[in-house]
Structures are given as C-alpha cells and as structure tokens.
C-alpha cells in the first residue's frame, strides 16, 4: 500500500527553524518527482518545493526561495524540507507528494500521492 507519512511539524517562534520529513512505501520512491505543499486555514494550497529524480534539480515558491531547502535520499525513501527564518506566514499544513514529469516543476499537472500532512505554526 502507497503511503506518504510527514512529521516534525510543531509550534515554533519567528526565525526559529524546522526539519519536515516524509517517509514513502509502497512504490518506487527514487523514480518519482516529490513535493511539498501547504495549506493555511481559508486558503488555497501552494506549491512550496520540489526535486527531481534524475539529478535533484530543485525548484522553489517565491515566497520561500533563500530560506526553505528540500532534499531527499533514495535509500532511505524520503524527502526533507529545512525551514530557516520562518514567519508567521508559514503557518500552514504541509503536505508531502509524489509526481511524474508530467506534474511539472510546481506540480500543476497532478501529484500521484499524497501525505496526509504535518501542522507548522509560527507565533509573532
């Protein structure tokens, strides 16, 4: 069975940092485009990062570049995102994904799984 499992959200402070880990099974994780997403309460979900299969080529949101970081290791079927320099308006659910080429850089063409997601708060 496919599964997508994050953790390491939590409750942190302005500026702190925060490590998301999502742990894959059930299929071929290193063939697989992954992607974080979020969600903040009332609106839409954005796209946040996401790194190839091929050469690890990584793609940002704006309203992350220079501060987030995502990574993976094959071995281990799992995909990180390090977030430096939060702000309140990080706050969100992050969802871990998995595409094909045809999902594109910012996933607009549809993610083959999905988490269920991790909270991330930040308070002022």
């Known amino acids: 069975q496919v599964q997508l499992v994050e953790s390491g959200g939590g409750l942190v402070q302005a500026g702190d940092s925060l490590r998301l880990s999502c742990a894959a099974s059930?299929?071929?994780?290193?063939?697989?485009?992954m992607y974080w997403f979020r969600q903040a309460p009332g609106k839409e979900r954005e796209f946040v990062a996401s790194?190839?299969?091929?050469?690890?080529?990584?793609y940002y949101g704006d309203s992350v570049k220079g501060r987030f970081s995502i990574s993976r290791e094959n071995a281990k079927n799992t995909v990180y995102l390090q977030m430096n320099s939060l702000k309140p308006e990080d706050t969100a659910v992050y969802y871990c994904?998995?595409?094909?080429?045809?999902?594109?850089?910012?996933?607009?063409?549809?993610?083959?799984?999905w988490g269920k997601g991790t909270m991330v708060t930040v308070s002022s």
């Open positions: 790194i190839s299969w091929s050469s690890y080529t990584t």
């Open positions: 059930g299929f071929t994780f290193s063939t697989y485009v």
């Open positions: 994904a998995a595409g094909t080429r045809g999902s594109g850089f910012t996933g607009g063409g549809g993610m083959a799984y």
